[in-house]
């Protein structure tokens, strides 16, 4: 992981159908701006620990982690800061204003009302869309984290859909473990491409092609056969092309997974 990249917690805290928001001091970076409450990791702490402990700091409530929901990057010229999303449950405690300036429980549709930074946006707009977010996360098909390791993967953020779906992998059994490891292996094949190491993604791309072949054609709502097919291409070219060629293979060729419903 780069050292240039801050780790920062924050919480979606969801009570009576409203999100919690915070409002950033004047004085701040971002100052007057709203935001989801939370804070940067410490080295010995858990993410979901510096959630749970940041927002025992800063608003004075207890919160319970419900599912991971999404991973942010952020790119600023002197550091990147990767922001790790949990949905969280209100346990205890009214919120406080102790490092904030003004905090907020809103309804879904009225999150665009508010002054969120403009990177912010698009996950604004994806929260305004419905209101039952409790029910609908606790009632999905699939794990929320393995539907967001395909976002991250279908964004290009690889090693991050590595990181996401390791924690679905470690307790997995059976076929539901040589899935999540297929597609981490692909993943990490396809790092490898973008840092220039051929023998790595090669290697990588190999191994996840032999999961594969243990999976029926359609697992978990992914065409698993069609998927491996169109990769196979891009990975071929990269086998052709060498080492010293390698870098003229187009990654945009990388084929996007079709999110399960």
Not at 34 to 60: A, H, M, N, Q, Y
Request: aromatic share 12%.
């Amino acid at each position: 992981m780069s050292q240039n990249i801050l780790e920062v917690g924050a919480a979606l805290v969801f009570k009576e159908g409203k999100f919690l928001i915070t409002q950033r001091k004047d004085d701040d970076s971002f100052g007057g701006f709203w935001e989801l409450p939370g804070g940067k990791k410490e080295p010995t702490e858990s993410l979901e620990e510096c959630v749970i402990r940041e927002l025992k700091e800063e608003l004075d409530i207890e919160v319970e982690i419900k599912h991971f929901f999404r991973i942010l990057t952020y790119h600023y010229p002197q550091r990147s800061v990767r922001l790790n999303i949990f949905f969280c449950s209100h346990k205890s405690g009214e919120p406080k204003t102790i490092e904030c300036q003004a905090l907020a429980w809103v309804v879904p549709k009225d999150m665009p009302n508010y002054k969120f930074p403009e990177a912010d946006q698009t996950l604004i707009h994806e929260l305004s869309q419905r209101d039952d977010w409790d029910t609908h996360l606790a009632n999905l098909k699939y794990p929320h984290e393995y539907l967001e390791g395909i976002r991250l993967f279908n964004s290009g953020a690889y090693f991050e859909c590595h990181e996401m779906l390791e924690d679905l992998w470690h307790p997995s059994k059976d076929l539901d473990r040589l899935h999540y490891q297929g597609i981490i292996q692909a993943a990490i094949a396809v790092e490898h491409f973008r840092k220039e190491n051929w023998t790595g993604a090669l290697g990588l791309y190999q191994k996840a092609c032999e999961k594969w072949s243990q999976l029926p054609p359609e697992y978990m709502g992914m065409n698993i056969r069609v998927f491996k097919e169109k990769l196979d291409i891009f990975f071929d070219q990269v086998q052709k092309a060498g080492q010293v060629g390698m870098r003229a293979v187009d990654i945009r060729q990388i084929p996007k997974i079709p999110l399960p419903e």
